[in-house]
């Protein structure tokens, strides 16, 4: 079986460099591609350093919400700087009302600047939202998409904005995290996800699996656990098992989606 990790953040500084130890687990349990996220300027170098470095993973440029008060004057030049640097995606960008003291002035403005890119492009593009799933919508509807399609990484919104959002080209990325059981009325809107849509991610160093369901466990410097992102044969097996398929048969489905997306 092949498996592929939509989004996660494998720059991410608390690996403290051992990402080589960690693709190395990665590949012998058969992960072929990993989307790794930038958020800002300055994870940016790391990822396209970890492409260049290793085939198994695909760079993805973009702007998170959270760090948006960082960006400078000439970020969006540089984004396409980025973009021109390697064959990539775009992203994480997106919209979030959750995050306390978070200003939402700017980011619908950035949120556009961005996938507007990507729709010239035509790169695929991975979207965050929290608690803004009806403005994202809206702005989806009205603006160029990129044609190959967007992604919703870990997928929390309403079951009944799937057929809307999937007609617009979307996605539907099921997290680890969802396994666990004070997440089940959003694993169940899973079961909804057309089955050419979904895929399937680690958020890797975050959104932990159930204690039980870890098979790679993995301790940061400052003896926090991380979620490994080998831990992702482990959300595919978690999955199939919920949605009472074999994992086989879920693997070569999610395969098949996510070469259409991202590429091969």
Request: aromatic residues 10%; glycine residues 8%.
């Amino acid at each position: 079986m092949n498996f592929y990790d939509a989004h996660n953040h494998f720059q991410d500084d608390r690996f403290a460099g051992r990402q080589k130890e960690l693709l190395a687990a990665c590949e012998k349990v058969g992960v072929k591609k990993m989307v790794v996220n930038g958020a800002c300027e300055s994870d940016w170098p790391q990822v396209l350093a970890l492409a260049r470095e290793n085939k198994i993973v695909l760079p993805s440029f973009g702007y998170h919400p959270w760090y948006l008060h960082e960006r400078t004057p000439d970020w969006k030049t540089s984004l396409e700087k980025f973009l021109d640097e390697i064959p990539s995606a775009v992203g994480e960008i997106g919209l979030d009302r959750w995050k306390p003291d978070l200003s939402y002035e700017g980011q619908e403005e950035v949120f556009l600047a961005q996938l507007q890119i990507a729709a010239e492009r035509n790169l695929p593009v991975s979207i965050h939202c929290l608690q803004a799933w009806g403005r994202l919508l809206e702005l989806l509807q009205t603006n160029p998409r990129p044609a190959r399609g967007l992604v919703l990484h870990s997928y929390g919104g309403p079951v009944e904005m799937i057929p809307a959002l999937a007609k617009l080209g979307a996605y539907f990325s099921f997290p680890g995290y969802f396994l666990n059981e004070r997440k089940l009325k959003q694993r169940e809107t899973f079961k909804s996800v057309p089955a050419e849509r979904l895929l399937i991610e680690t958020d890797a160093p975050d959104q932990h699996l159930p204690p039980e369901k870890i098979m790679f466990s993995l301790g940061g410097a400052d003896g926090k656990a991380l979620n490994h992102p080998a831990n992702l044969i482990s959300v595919y097996s978690g999955l199939a098992e919920f949605l009472g398929e074999k994992t086989e048969s879920l693997a070569a489905r999610v395969e098949e989606n996510f070469l259409r997306v991202f590429g091969g």
